[in-house]
RNA sequence: GCUCCCAUCGUCUAGCCCGGUCUAGGACAUCGCCUUUUCACGGCGGUAACAGGGGUUCAAAUCCCCUUGGGAGUACCA
């Protein structure tokens, strides 16, 4: 049987990172296994879907290089892939149901409704559905509330029995009878309800294996029913662990940044967020830890998934975007850190070879493309100098005063744009023997003298980068 | 409440299925040292975990049970 896996996002707001990371998987595992992975998308509530937010996470998607076969603007052959051009679809299915008697029409009212499960909780059963719609004597009526055009939803007969679910990550689970009442297929506004249009769509898209989040656990029983009801083999399931955060509860706003558009935002690459995304709750065979997701697809194996939810913690992915912007190309490097320097910043006038000295100085030192322009401001150009204690020692020492001194002499009488490495080393080496000095006040001094700060690159090469003008005006202030 | 799921360093995890090779390995973070000063990179090293209790066994992180803790579901949301 082929491998058909897919990705099911409520156009409800933006690409969640839960989202992003099962979507990951679903994307690894089709092509593991040379399957196809398909984009649908699950928009059967009016109220809170909104089209740009489909685009937006679709947008999102592609940014971070999980591309889909088919989906709503990918079309095949077992299309349309937005739940809310599927509605007929569901309804016929619902009714055949209804005429199988596995499943009834309900016209109880939402008090009803309300007042059913409170008197279930106070008597301490289950709030499971106990109306009388679901009693053949009442199939008339219901037949004539129909003709006559009142608005029921319709509800599926779940079946007293338990059921079993072989899930790859969970291993057997059992849903004892009596889990669930009846549930909702369609809503009196004949919209599908999720479980329903879910297995629906899965069975018709021929999705073979079904990868999602541990909070669908559950739901699996339901689905399992319907699957039951229409004679239909289920997929396997794979119920992927949960992403929550510090305080262990489930992500959510005030955990920071959970949107993908967010990391786009703040110069993430994308193929470090998806290394680092991959991570949480699989493991690379060999432990290998920075990969591009398409280098591992072809090893990427469903048992290795982890069961324990997992903390969603910043600090190791600033850790991978930094690896990765180091095994960029130089070329898309170049490209990619020049997108967050501003346009008129000092940096676009200078020379090629200047930029790409540049470059190499700084980028063992960045986690972030945006990093980089706040290293040449700083280090480079002295702007926003912050003056630290240690600084101020340095400042106070007689060596200091003696350096900045000779190299003041040496050179306001050099002209140019810029020292060139040798002459910077020959007024250093002469600085080093005319004054008899070494180590930490040599250095120190040295530096603090020409950069006005207390750390940075190496001198040798950080010097002959710095225009000579600035190099200047800092000396004059000894 | 009921049902289901989960439990190894601060964090992500390897190991668990197929008990001994585990005085529990790696990575991030952190600390120390080296790399003629700083930051970073790199290198070396340190601190740091099998939730608790019972079994089974010659032997348990690994198998079983209980407790505790956490999470999810219990909707005419998805």
């Given at each position: 049987m082929s491998v058909r896996v897919r990705f099911a996002p409520s156009p409800?707001?933006?690409?969640?990172i839960g989202g992003a990371r099962t979507a990951l998987y679903n994307y690894l595992f089709a092509k593991a296994n040379n399957g196809k992975f398909i984009l649908r998308v699950e928009d059967t509530d009016l109220e809170r879907s909104k089209r740009e937010y489909e685009e937006s996470q679709l947008e999102d998607l592609n940014w971070l290089g999980?591309?889909?076969?088919?989906?709503p603007d990918k079309p095949?052959?077992?299309?349309?892939?937005?739940q809310s051009e599927r509605t007929e679809i569901y309804k016929e299915y619902a009714k055949k149901l209804v005429d199988q008697g596995l499943a009834y029409y309900d016209f109880c009212s939402d008090e009803e409704l309300e007042k059913m499960k409170e008197q279930a909780m106070k008597e301490g059963r289950p709030p499971h559905y106990t109306g009388k719609?679901?009693?053949?004597?009442?199939f008339e009526e219901a037949a004539n509330k129909l003709a006559a055009g009142e608005k029921g939803a319709i509800r599926f007969k779940a079946p007293k029995k338990s059921y079993i679910l072989q899930d790859e990550v969970r291993g057997r689970v059992v849903f004892p009878e009596?889990?669930?009442?009846?549930?909702?297929?369609?809503?009196?506004?004949g919209l599908p309800v999720y479980n329903f249009c879910c297995v629906i769509d899965d069975m018709l898209m021929k999705i073979s294996h079904v990868i999602r989040g541990e909070d669908h656990l559950n739901n699996s029983v339901r689905q399992l029913m319907i699957y039951d009801a229409l004679n239909a083999e289920p997929p396997s399931f794979a119920h992927v662990s949960l992403l929550i955060g510090k305080d262990r509860q489930?992500?959510?706003?005030r955990h920071g940044a959970t949107s993908t558009r967010l990391y786009k935002e703040e110069s993430y690459l994308p193929s470090a967020l998806v290394n680092y995304l991959c991570l949480l709750g699989w493991s690379h065979p060999d432990e290998?830890?920075?990969?591009r997701i398409d280098d591992i697809a072809h090893i990427f194996?469903?048992?290795?998934?982890?069961?324990a939810a997992a903390i969603y913690d910043l600090e190791k992915l600033k850790w991978v975007n930094g690896m990765h912007i180091r095994s960029l190309p130089e070329d898309i490097l170049k490209e990619e850190i020049e997108k967050f320097i501003?346009?008129?910043?000092?940096?676009?006038?200078?020379s090629d070879s200047w930029k790409k000295s540049v470059i190499d100085l700084f980028k063992n030192q960045i986690?972030?493309?945006?990093d980089f322009e706040k290293r040449l401001n700083e280090d480079?150009?002295?702007?926003?100098i912050v003056k630290t204690e240690k600084l101020e020692e340095v400042l106070s020492w007689d060596t200091t005063k003696q350096i900045s001194d000779f190299l003041k002499n040496k050179i306001d009488i050099i002209d140019g744009e810029y020292l060139s490495k040798n002459q910077f080393q020959e007024i250093f080496k002469a600085l080093k023997s005319d004054l008899g000095l070494k180590g930490k006040p040599l250095f120190m001094g040295t530096r603090v003298s020409l950069t006005g700060q207390d750390h940075g690159p190496e001198l040798g090469d950080l010097i002959p980068l710095i225009p000579l003008n600035f190099l200047k005006k800092r000396l004059s202030n000894f």
């Open positions: 409800t707001g933006y690409l969640h999980i591309t889909y076969d088919e989906g095949g052959d077992v299309g349309p892939y937005r719609w679901r009693n053949e004597e009442f009596n889990m669930v009442g009846d549930f909702v297929l369609i809503r009196s506004n489930k992500l959510s706003k290998k830890e920075i990969f194996d469903s048992k290795r998934f982890s069961k501003k346009e008129d910043h000092f940096y676009f006038k200078q986690e972030f493309f945006s480079l150009l002295h702007s926003n």
